[in-house]
Every structure is written in C-alpha cells, then in structure tokens.
C-alpha cells in the first residue's frame, strides 16, 4: 500500500509541476486589478546579484495556474479552518467585504487640511468653502472587534481653526449603502447624502428614477480579498436633465454623464463620469440655476456629482491626486462657484497623494 | 530559495527527485542540486562555502597523514573556518563594542552575511575535529564531504549534522517506500507547521512591531505568538529537512522534542534546538572540562558556551544577554537541585514563563526595545492594560493560538495515533496520505497569496 501511495502522490506532484511550468502566462489578473510578474529578466548579471532569483518566487506566484481560486481557497481555509475571518486586511460582514482601514494618521490628516486651506487662499478667497468626509465602508460594521479610524478625531484635526463650513454625513449612511464587493457606495443609495449637502447651499436633489445596468460588478475588494460574497449590480439615477448634459474631459468633450463602455472593462465603476480623471466638466444648460460648483473629489465624487447637475449650469470635478493644485488656474475660471471638498477618510489617511 | 516556497516545491525539488531516483550518480545528483541550492539564493558565496570545505579537507587529510602536527591543521582549520564566520557575522559588532569601549569612531565592513554560514561552518568543523579524536575515517573523497556540507536539506537552517551521523549513508544507502512515505508526511507535516502556524501567526508579530504604543496585553501576546512562531517556523523547517533526508536516504537525528513541555530549564535545552546544544556540549563545553571541574571553572565553562550559544543567534547585544541569562537559570537550576518528581506544572510554568520573557530578548532590536519590552510585560510602566488591538488580535486568533499550543504538545499526536490505530495497516496508510495531501494543498494555497514568508532562522 505505502508504495502505491508514494508512487500516486509523485504522479500528482509530478504532473501539476509540469501543469504549472506550462500553464499559460497571464499579462495581468482581472481580480487583483494589476499587471503579473512576468519571467524575469535571465542574464549573469541578475543571477550574480540576485535579482532573477528574488524576481522568481514573485513570479511563480503570480503565474500559479488559477491563482485566484488557490487565493479564495486560502481565505475559505482562513475563516473555516484558522477561524480568522480576515484576508489580507479584508473580511466579510453580512454580504459585504470591508476593509481594515486603522489607525487614523494624524499628520496626513493636517497634511490634507494644509492643502484645502493653501487652494481656498489661492482660489477662492472669499467663497464658502465646504467640506465633508465619507467614511470607509468599515465605519459602519457590526463587527464590534475591528479597529476603525477615529473619524470624531478626523473631524477636529480638519476643521480646528479652520474656515471650512462641515457637512456631517457619517449618520446619513449605513453598510446596506455600500457594494458588497466594493469600496465605493451604491449611488442609488446616497439620495439623502447629495440633498444634505445639496441644502447647504441651498440646492435640491431632482426627480429621478433609478435604472439598472444589468451587469454583474465586481469591485476592487473582490479581488484583493478573495472572500466570496454575491456580486453586485450597477443602478443609476436618471433623469432628463442628465441626458442633455454634456461632459468634457482634459482629452475630450461632448461626452454623456455615464460611461457605457465601461462596463465591459475591468474597473466597472467607471461608468460614472469616466473614472480616475484630473478634471471632468458637466454642462447643463438647461440647469434650475445659473450657479455652478467646483468639487474636489475622490472616486466617491463620480457617483456623487450627477445629483448636482440638475441645480448647477456647470459642474466642475477636480482630482488633485492627478492634478496639481498649483495649475488649476489654467485650466478653470475661477469665479462665485460654490466650493465642495468630499474625500473618503481613506484617502485623507494618505493625503501625502495630493499634489 | 526556502522549502516553504512555489519555486522549491514546483521547480527545484521535482527536478532533483526525478533525477535522484532515475540516474545512477546519487551522490553527484545531491552535490549539484545542493550547490545550484545554495547559489540560488547566495550566488557570490558560494565560493566561500566551498573554500570552507576544501580547506577542512586538506586539514582532515593531512591529520591522519601527520598525527605528530596533527594539532597545527586543527588549528588551521578552526582558524579559517571561525575566521571566516567571525569576520562575516561578528566584525561589525566586535567594531562597534570597541568603538563603543575605547570611544573610536571606526567605520563598519557592512559586509552581507552569506546564508547558512553559522550552520554549515558549525556541520564541517565536526568532521574535522571528530576526525582529529580519530571517532570518525577522514573523507578521501573531496565531492563526497562537500555533498556532506552542501547537502540542501539542512544546508542554510540546520539541523547541525554530524559527519558521524551521516558518514555510512553517505556511500551506502538506500531508500524504500516505506522511508519515502514516511519522508512525504514528515514533510508535508513540517511544510504545514511552517505555513500554518508560523506565518499565521507571524501576522501578529509583525503587527505588533508597526504599532506606536502597544497596549500591556498585546506585548503578552505578541511574545507568546512569536515563542510559538518560532518553535513551528524553526521545528517546521527542521521537519521538513528530516523528512527531505528520509526521502533520500537519510536518517537525520530530531531537533526538538516537545521543548514547551520541559519542567527545567536544562529539560528545555535537551529539547529545544537539541543538535546545536549537543554541537556544544561536545565540541565546547566538554573539552573546557564540561562539569568535571572546579566550581569557579565549572562556572566559567557555563558562561562560555552560553555566551557564544547567544552570539551565534546573532551578533547583537540581546543575543548575548539572552544567552547570559540561560546560562544564570542553569546554574540556579543546577544548585538548588530541583525535585524533578515535585511540582512539575508549577515547574512548567516557570519555564514557560522564562523562556517567553527570553524570546522577547531574542527578538528586541535593540537594548532599549528590549528594556522598554520587558517593562511593559511586568507592568512596570503607565501603558493601558489593553486597547481595541489586543481585542482584534486575541479574539480573532484565538483558535489559531489554541491549535498552536495543543500541538506542541505530544498529545495531540498521541491521540491521533490512538485513534489510527484502530484501523487497519492499509487504512492507517490511506489516512496519512490524505491528510498529507490536503495538508498540501492548503499549504500550497496559502503560498499563492503569500507575501510573508520568512524563515526566523535562515538570518543564522
């Protein structure tokens, strides 16, 4: 029996060493939203000094054959045979995949409200400036054992000594109104959210229906978790004011409010106003106002600005991660706009990114 | 390259076995596999490895042909041998001690420290010391004693191997299934306890060392998960040589023996490490003049070998404080002349106690980390009894925590082995098998999403 046994185990070894050495290389993994390792580079000089073999092992890795089912068998082996329901920094509550966003890092918070005071002295003077920070999906887990950010201790380090005018929304949200599989929240579910802020300037949400994009979405925690949960679905808001508005890009113009084509590309939450982009300009001319809006924004904004358009003739998304702040003037006419910075406490924890 | 790795499993060691079992030349397939081995991860010093051999092998050959200077070459081995191992390991601390003693400012080599050199240093003085007592034939073979030193596994993190324990299955052995079989389990049982346990719970220690100002309880379970990181990524790994060396023939001697369930300080040295503890007591401590000697004598001799068992951890202050302070607790233990029949829980406890404490010492970075560590754990400080991290981490590794301390006991083992028993021979077989295998396959899972995967013990 033990020489069957030897003789099986080799065979099984053997042959998925063989599978794995000829299974096809993979450019990059949908799920994980990046590009592989590929073959290192093989010359004397990367053997010599080590590079090939440091490269190797991140290579094998990478082009291990279904690298993404191997990595949701580890995160099932995880929860069911360690009883550690985090993954790589991610875990599960309900349906929906959060992320461990701890501790809260103060000097990147000051760093954020720096910039927001250096682009309201440079730009806009003698505007009302207001400011609101998304919670991370986190925030609102019931999971009562993970550590979460301080967003009370956010909020001081923000606005102490500050012009800002705070619009407090961590209340309006709960985990419902989050993806399951992503960090962002559903767009149909932030109705209260855009009239909150939209009152503050003395804005009001418009009428709308709520559409379905009949595609299943897969976002970002998906793949860096490996946890399994139910996918989502894209819904968005409609109304008529949206399709007559036109969207102009620093490439290009005359585009609709929602991306269609990306929905067949990997990063789907790029269908509200074209993803990660410096500057996006929405025109509405037959808007309730003539009053228009600069937003400084995360990737939240994207989903967030369409409830805006109806009460702004023009509405104005600045990204300073891609952009610098010092350049903005070239590109804009800075005049009477209502001002709004909304980031997700994510990115202030590492606002080092703002340029 | 580390056994715990995609590229050792999926690419080198297929290749060896295939060539091992279908080619005549064992022994020349063990020597190049070795090398190429060790040159994947230590390129440039490769050829300090093999100067280290050679030098050991002219100085053995010329022992036996010159009994009468038998004495110079032993010293001229000793004297590459530890010269090198001194200068690559220890010149930058011995600089800094004297910089720091005689007030200097001299600058350091900074030279890389080549892998596996406190081992396979340690492996070929044995050789040529044993065949200087004449307790071993000299090795005319130069390939042969390099395949010794070279051999993969156990080259870059032990166990010590003797030439003596190893010098007949050099030129004859054999293997069979039943070896294979049990080789493959104990692999497999190694690769888990490496893959499992101790990067599992590595998460914590290296969460605890990004943190500002760990709470009081979270320095208490950091030293736990990193005693017993250590003992599953160390006795994992040696697992995985002993069971790689039944594969091939070998039959390597155990290097731990359930070392948490010592009830002394000295029982946990006899379990811990054991082939490094019997490296010294042999070849240090016993021809200092072991316990044969005068008190004072007796006490120096203590001092010595647990002075340089710390220092060949590493070459750092902490190293020689936590060597220095095993060295106290055996001579108290020694003294006092414990009742071993007395007390053993207590007794267990105490060591348990004293060897967490050791390895928070064995771990500091630095004499303050190390002070600032141990003050925290003896609540000699103000900081918080506990804070939302030690909640995260003792509730959500608990499990984890609970099979890493029943494992290093032997009853799970025991139990398992009862509970085989009642099967039949074939059963029994079929049952390890599939357990090896699933063992396998979430090891290898876990490989795949892996981005920390140190072996502690590779560093020596």
Redesign the interface.
């Known amino acids: 029996?033990?020489?069957t046994?030897?003789l099986?185990?080799?065979c099984?070894?053997?042959s998925?060493?063989l599978f794995?050495?000829l299974y096809p290389k993979q450019e990059s993994s949908n799920e994980e939203r990046r590009k592989l390792n590929q073959f290192p580079e093989l010359s004397l000089d990367t053997?010599?000094?080590?590079t090939f073999?440091n490269k190797?092992?991140s290579y094998?890795?990478d082009q291990?054959p279904y690298?993404f089912q191997?990595?949701q068998?580890?995160?099932q082996?995880?929860y069911y045979?360690?009883?550690?329901?985090?993954n790589?920094d991610y875990y599960i509550d309900g349906q929906k995949i959060m992320k461990i966003e701890y501790p809260l890092k103060e000097s990147e918070i000051l760093k954020a409200k720096d910039k927001f005071e250096t682009i309201k002295t440079m730009y806009f003077k003698d505007n009302d400036v207001y400011v609101s920070i998304i919670p991370d999906k986190s925030y609102y887990s019931q999971k009562q054992?993970?550590?979460t950010i301080d967003y009370e201790q956010m909020e001081n380090l923000l606005l102490t000594d500050s012009n800002f005018e705070y619009i407090d929304i961590k209340d309006l949200l709960s985990k419902n109104d989050f993806y399951n599989t992503d960090i962002h929240w559903k767009q149909e579910n932030i109705e209260t959210v855009a009239s909150t802020l939209l009152e503050s300037m003395d804005k009001q949400v418009p009428e709308y229906t709520i559409k379905n994009t009949d595609t299943d979405f897969t976002g970002v925690y998906y793949g860096h978790s490996?946890l399994l949960t139910s996918k989502d679905q894209i819904n968005y808001i409609d109304y008529p004011a949206l399709e007559e508005a036109s969207v102009k890009l620093l490439d290009r113009d005359g585009l609709s409010v929602y991306d269609q084509q990306a929905l067949s590309n990997r990063d789907q939450y790029d269908f509200f106003l074209y993803g990660p982009q410096a500057i996006v300009e929405i025109e509405n001319k037959n808007a309730t106002s003539e009053d228009e809006i600069i937003i400084f924004r995360d990737s939240f904004g994207s989903s967030l600005a369409p409830y805006f358009i109806d009460s702004y003739q023009k509405v104005t998304l600045i990204d300073i991660r891609y952009i610098s702040s010092s350049v903005l003037d070239d590109y804009i006419d800075f005049n009477n706009q209502d001002v709004l910075f909304i980031y997700s406490g994510t990115v202030l924890n590492t606002s080092s990114m703002f340029k | 390259m580390v056994f715990s790795s995609l590229t050792f499993l999926f690419y080198f060691l297929p290749v060896v076995i295939l060539a091992y079992f279908l080619l005549p030349y064992k022994n020349t397939v063990l020597l190049i596999s070795s090398l190429l081995f060790y040159s994947w991860g230590e390129p440039k010093y490769i050829l300090l490895m093999l100067l280290t051999v050679f030098i050991n092998y002219i100085c053995a050959l010329k022992i036996i042909q010159n009994r009468e200077h038998s004495k110079v070459y032993l010293v001229l081995a000793l004297f590459f041998s530890l010269g090198a191992l001194i200068i690559f390991k220890y010149a930058d601390f011995l600089i800094l001690s004297t910089n720091n003693l005689f007030n200097l400012n001299s600058s350091f080599l900074n030279l890389a420290l080549p892998i596996g050199i406190s081992f396979y240093t340690f492996q070929i003085l044995t050789y040529t010391i044993d065949v200087y007592r004449d307790e071993v034939k000299v090795q005319r073979n130069f390939f042969t004693l390099l395949t010794y030193v070279s051999l993969f596994p156990q080259l870059i993190a032990g166990p010590i191997v003797r030439y003596s324990d190893v010098e007949k299955e050099l030129e004859h052995r054999h293997s069979n299934y039943p070896m294979i079989f049990q080789g493959i389990n104990r692999f497999v049982i190694g690769l888990s306890k490496k893959v499992i346990i101790a990067n599992t719970l590595g998460e914590i220690t290296q969460a605890f060392r990004l943190l500002e100002h760990p709470s009081v309880m979270m320095h208490w379970l950091y030293a736990i998960a990193f005693t017993l990181q250590l003992y599953y990524d160390f006795s994992g790994y040696s697992d995985m040589a002993i069971g790689l060396g039944k594969i091939f023939g070998f039959n390597f001697l155990e290097n731990f023996n359930y070392p948490f369930m010592a009830t002394s300080i000295t029982d946990f040295w006899r379990r811990w490490h054991m082939s490094l503890g019997s490296f010294f007591r042999d070849y240090v401590y016993i021809p200092l003049g072991g316990s044969r000697v005068s008190k004072t004598r007796w006490i120096f001799n203590i001092l010595v070998v647990w002075s340089l068992t710390g220092l060949w951890h590493g070459a750092a202050y902490n190293f020689l404080l936590w060597g220095l302070l095993f060295a106290i607790l055996l001579m108290i233990e020694k003294f006092i002349k414990i009742d071993t029949k007395k007390h053993s829980v207590l007794r267990t406890i105490y060591v348990l106690f004293v060897v967490v404490l050791s390895f928070v010492i064995f771990d500091a970075s630095s004499l303050s980390d190390m002070l600032n560590s141990l003050k925290n754990m003896l609540f000699i400080t103000n900081t918080p009894l506990s804070d939302i991290n030690t909640i995260y981490y003792s509730s959500h590794y608990l499990f984890v925590f609970i099979i890493a301390i029943l494992g290093a006991t032997p009853y799970v083992k025991t139990t398992y082995l009862k509970v085989l028993n009642r099967f039949s021979k074939n059963t029994q077989d079929i049952i390890n098998f599939t357990l090896c295998l699933l063992g396998f396959i979430i090891c290898v899972a876990m490989l795949v999403d892996s981005n920390f995967n140190p072996f502690l013990y590779f560093r020596f």
């Open positions: 029996m033990k020489k046994l030897v099986l185990f080799a099984l070894w053997l998925t060493s794995v050495w053997i010599i000094d080590g073999s190797f092992e094998t890795q291990f690298r191997m990595r068998a580890k995160a082996f995880r045979g360690l009883g550690i329901f985090e790589n054992t993970i550590p490996a």
